[in-house]
């Protein structure tokens, strides 16, 4: 990974959980770039921000949040792991983020709505947002086979039907995938992220092959912000979830720790597979 041309002070860095956070940290202090990592509470893990300079902030607390950042001397931002939706309620919004809220429409607003409108935000404020890609170098997913397993005709006719699936799911702005079974949908992802569906999914699977965990990039998706992503920890689930492979839109969908991914998928005997999306 390169640091950002004409890039200067320390990139920070809002944190929610999984591995990504971490990932773009370390490619960050790779390239000598200094980091100022946001920890949003309930959501980023300590070892995120283990080494590295950081303050923990409530999702709720926006005044708070955007002082630290401009105390710190950031300009340049990246929004990196996920974030359960709270409600209004259990978000305790703070004046600045109830400002945010009147105005956007909260419970008007889907996960990508959101996220696009939170990206708007921090633009009108001055900072510079970045997508995560910008700072991995190769973590976009190719077309084609990832490892040594592929899909055979009945698990590409399930990878077609998810598809198609996902897509109207994201035009909803609901989730970003759907698992299916011998053309059966066990469930589709709403607020409990990839990891809960390939959890609540592993109970509901048949007798017979085992299902795909399709996802795709929703319709005019705010990129810099929620792009769907997989890495070891996906393929981990779906293995001890009894589904025989991943498809994933290619050129929008991050992996994290590819050689990793690739690596336990091949000793499950699961395929990971980039589709070209229409």
């Known amino acids: 990974m390169a ?4 890039a200067s002070g320390p990139l920070g860095v809002i944190a929610g959980g999984g591995g990504l956070p971490r990932r773009v940290i370390d490619g960050c202090r790779a390239a000598g770039r200094e980091v100022f990592v946001l920890a949003l509470e309930g959501a980023a893990e300590p070892a995120t921000v283990a080494g590295v300079p950081h303050a923990w902030c409530r999702l709720g607390a926006a005044a708070t949040g955007l002082d630290l950042l401009r105390a710190h001397g950031v300009g340049e931002l990246v929004l990196a792991g996920g974030v359960a939706r709270p409600s209004l309620a259990m978000l305790r919004p703070d004046w ?6 009147a105005r956007v429409g909260y419970r008007a607003l889907g996960d990508d709505g959101l996220l696009s409108a939170v990206v708007k935000e921090l633009e009108r404020e001055g900072f510079r947002v970045l997508g995560p890609d910008r700072l991995l170098g190769e973590a976009d997913m190719p077309e084609g ?6 899909p055979d005709d009945d698990a590409h006719a399930d990878i077609v039907r998810g598809f198609a699936l996902a897509r109207a799911l994201g035009a909803l702005d609901i ?13 589709v992802e709403a607020i409990e992220g990839t990891d809960g569906l390939l959890r609540r999914c592993a109970g509901l699977r048949r007798g017979g092959p085992g299902g795909v965990l399709v996802k795709a990039a929703k319709p005019g998706q705010e990129t ?3 792009r769907p992503t997989i890495g070891p920890q996906t393929v981990l689930l779906a293995a001890e979830s009894g589904l025989r492979g991943i498809a994933a839109e290619a050129g929008a969908t991050l992996v994290i720790d590819r050689a990793e991914a690739v ?3 091949d000793a499950a005997g699961l395929f990971v597979i980039g589709i070209r999306g229409e």
């Open 96 to 101: 600045r983020a109830a400002k945010f809220f």
């Open 3 to 6: 640091a950002e041309p004409g």
């Open 263 to 265: 690596r336990r998928a």
């Open 145 to 150: 086979p990832l490892g040594a397993v592929a």
């Open 224 to 226: 810099r912000a929620d």
């Open 175 to 187: 989730g970003q995938a759907v698992i299916v079974q011998q053309g059966l949908v066990l469930g």
